[in-house]
């Protein structure tokens, strides 16, 4: 579900650090809404980041 339809950008992975210096894995998940949008030409329920929402790459249904 953390993947953006439109641009594609999904999770990440890095490494916390504790202040003991202990090192876990953890993710990063992108900032991404369920939206109406048009997909060739027809209104449809996709998942896209808040990236993509603001730089216009995304059409919005009404």
């Known amino acids: 579900m953390a993947k ?3 641009c594609g950008k999904g999770v990440g992975f890095g ?4 202040h ?3 090192r876990t894995n953890r993710l990063f ?3 991404v809404r369920r939206v109406k949008a048009l997909v060739d ?3 449809r329920r ?3 980041c808040t990236r993509c929402l603001r730089s216009g790459k995304v059409q ?3």
């Open 29 to 31: 998940k992108p900032n």
């Open 41 to 43: 030409g027809s209104p």
């Open 20 to 22: 003991s210096h202990i």
């Open 4 to 6: 953006c339809h439109i």
């Open 60 to 62: 919005r249904a009404v």
């Open 15 to 18: 490494v916390t650090i504790s």
């Open 46 to 48: 996709v998942y896209a």
